[in-house]
């Protein structure tokens, strides 16, 4: 039986056989699946067709459409969702927290990710523990793990592979594909980044060039900033190693130290 609920709205709570304080508020909202359906405990779903076929525990619900689910399908538990259509597709993914306009709107089976800001993590399918912040953060990836992307724009290429990624700042690692283990911090850091793995670039414009190129440390203002690809150089400064290109294994430290290497 239905123990302690609330529901208000047309077809709210429609099909609902079994629960422990549940709160549907909204058209459809919490309708139910067609078929058995297993006892629904301490949820809240506000927003019409919100949780719609949410056969599961613990979850909170805000916007039309989020955590909107498959019949007879979805049974996601102890998670967050606010926004239109956020986490709109989930099945069985569980410990989801997103927020925002279609964040997180194609996880399915992932666990544990979080993502916050319009669109933030929605062509997420099955990749877990990501985290995004902000407008577009990690818009395009969809089966790759443990990233962070905090910044609007950081991390919004197709994402093809690259796992164990950090891109703190407005556009960090915006076009990153298939490089794994990159570090980068500031607005435009790291930005042209795509295959080139194992870069940590801090500071505005710090390594805003590096495409292929692997194993660079840029630190300060547009420090490797005309880096395309070579590998393993340091360049630390403001505009340190400013004309190097293509070279390798350079050493450039303090204020526009090398300014004339390429």
Same mark, same amino acid.
Do not use: W
């Given at each position: ?58 979850? /909170? ?23 239109y259509e956020a986490l709109y597709a989930t099945t ?27 669109l933030a993590g929605t062509a997420n399918t099955t ?106 150089? /340091? ?9 190097? /290109? ?17």
């Amino acid at each position: 039986a239905l123990v302690g609920g609330t529901v208000v709205g047309q077809n709210a709570g429609l099909r609902l056989q079994y629960g422990d304080g549940i709160t549907a508020i909204g058209r459809y909202a919490a309708q139910g699946v067609t078929g058995t359906q297993g006892a629904r405990q301490g949820c809240t779903f506000v927003g019409e067709y919100s949780g719609s076929y949410a056969n599961s525990n613990f979850n /909170t619900v805000v916007g039309s459409f989020a955590l909107y689910g498959v019949d007879n399908v979805s049974n996601p538990n102890q998670t967050v969702a606010v926004g239109y259509e956020a986490l709109y597709a989930t099945t069985t993914g569980d410990q989801n927290t997103v927020v925002g306009y279609r964040a997180g709107k194609n996880i399915t089976s992932s666990p544990d990710n979080v993502f916050i800001g319009q669109l933030a993590g929605t062509a997420n399918t099955t990749g877990t523990h990501n985290i995004a912040i902000g407008d577009l953060a990690y818009d395009n990836a969809d089966t790759e793990s443990n990233n962070i992307a905090i910044g609007a724009d950081s991390m919004t290429s197709a994402v093809a592979g690259g796992e164990n990624n950090t891109a703190v700042g407005g556009s960090a690692l915006f076009s990153i594909t298939s490089a794994d283990n990159c570090v980068a911090v500031g607005y435009n850091s790291g930005s042209s980044i795509t295959t080139g793995g194992t870069n940590t670039v801090v500071g505005v414009d710090a390594g805003k060039t590096i495409s292929t190129g692997d194993g660079h440390t840029c630190i300060g203002y547009a420090s490797g900033d005309a880096v395309t690809t070579g590998s393993n150089s /340091t360049f630390l400064g403001i505009h340190a190693g400013g004309a190097v /290109t293509t070279g390798s294994q350079n050493t450039c430290v303090g204020q526009y130290a090398g300014v004339d290497i390429t």
